[in-house]
């Protein structure tokens, strides 16, 4: 675990699989929550507001309040409501959030 990000990874020994954010490889827990599993990964931004710009990762964590919306293979879905699988293509709506 790296102590400078606020989240962990709660089951550090499960078998990892790649996935790609934004062209960039990415090593997740195979059937993790998306959403915990990003966060977990250091990813804080999933997606750009259309208005302002303002960066949004999740808050609910039980897909009520859609801040977690990510491109899952060309797809818009709500992260916390997926599971991660081997060769997912995310990519962040909107372009991409500085971090």
Request: contains cysteine; charged residues 15%.
């Amino acid at each position: 675990m790296n102590a400078a990000l606020p989240f962990r990874d709660l089951s550090p020994d499960a078998p990892r699989v790649r996935v790609t954010l934004d062209g960039a490889p990415l090593d997740l827990p195979d059937g993790a929550n998306l959403a915990a599993a990003l966060l977990a990964a250091g990813v804080g931004s999933f997606r750009a507001t259309p208005v302002s710009g303002a960066p949004r990762g999740p808050f609910c964590m039980m897909g009520a309040c859609f801040d977690c919306l990510i491109e899952v293979d060309g797809v818009t879905r709500q992260a916390c409501m997926m599971q991660v699988g081997a060769g997912l293509t995310l990519s962040r709506p909107m372009g991409k959030v500085a971090e």
